[in-house]
């Protein structure tokens, strides 16, 4: 079964500290993984995309990797700004060859920061 | 710019009433999407759009419906609404197929926060 497994949850951490969130999944075949930032009441906001062939993407302070053979995603964010407190997003897509790709959502890690 | 812009941002509905969602972007992008995203879980997929005139189902398509008459415009129409329905709700475009591609960024709007009653 295709799914996508974030964690942790929560997170609290105080303001200039790093962190890291991590993303697990399931779907295969893969076609690509992104990041997504979503600020409470506001819709999800893309961070990071990156192929199966690609282990590593910055933006910023926001840089996720990618271990296609385990399957696993972190995103790391350094030196946390309060702004910084969100709900982060593991989408994954199912790549099903010429059919529209299917994107899996994980359930998100909410992160607060406080200062 | 303006993007993917959904309305109403918020609307109580009773049980048994009908409403449509608007969306429309500026980005001249064949692919739009609605998701639905229930508390503490991921969005899941509506109805999609490929281009004018083309739709189909997604993940959880019952007791919605959804039209492409132009580019810019996907409203989401519901049907009867029940309170399983209550979720928060989003459009999304791209530029390409869904998912697809390295630079195929997803836009996602603001969200329409719908409770039934």
């Known amino acids: 079964k295709n799914q996508v497994e974030q964690s942790p949850q929560s997170l609290i951490i105080l303001e200039g500290k790093n962190c890291t969130l991590q993303?697990?999944?399931?779907?295969?075949?893969?076609?690509?993984l992104r990041w997504y930032k979503q600020d409470t009441g506001r819709g999800p906001v893309s961070l990071t995309i990156?192929?199966?062939?690609?282990n590593t993407k910055s933006n910023g302070r926001y840089t996720a990797t990618l271990d296609a053979d385990t399957k696993q995603s972190s995103l790391h964010i350094t030196a946390s700004q309060l702004s910084d407190s969100a709900s982060y997003i593991c989408?994954?897509?199912?790549?099903?060859?010429?059919?529209?790709?299917?994107?899996?959502f994980g359930r998100g890690t909410q992160l607060t920061v406080w200062p | 710019n303006a993007g993917v812009t959904q309305t109403p941002k918020f609307r109580i509905l009773k049980i048994g009433q009908s409403m449509t969602l608007q969306c429309t972007q500026d980005?001249?992008?064949?692919?739009m999407y609605w998701y639905r995203q229930d508390p503490g879980m991921g969005l899941k997929l509506i109805y999609y759009?490929?281009?004018?005139?083309?739709?189909d189902k997604g993940e959880v398509p019952n007791g919605y419906n959804v039209s492409r008459s132009t580019t810019e415009d996907f409203p989401l129409r519901l049907e009867l609404a029940a309170p399983s329905q209550t979720s928060v709700y989003f459009c999304?475009?791209?530029?390409?197929?869904?998912?697809?591609?390295?630079?195929?960024?997803?836009?996602f709007g603001e969200g329409s926060w719908l409770t039934v009653v």
């Open positions: 999304a475009s791209s530029y390409t197929e869904g998912g697809r591609g390295r630079g195929n960024t997803i836009y």
């Open positions: 993303c697990n999944y399931t779907v295969s075949p893969f076609s690509n």
């Open positions: 990156m192929t199966f062939s690609e």
């Open positions: 989408v994954v897509t199912f790549d099903r060859g010429s059919t529209l790709g299917r994107l899996y």
């Open positions: 980005m001249n992008h064949n692919y």
């Open positions: 759009s490929v281009g004018a005139g083309i739709t």
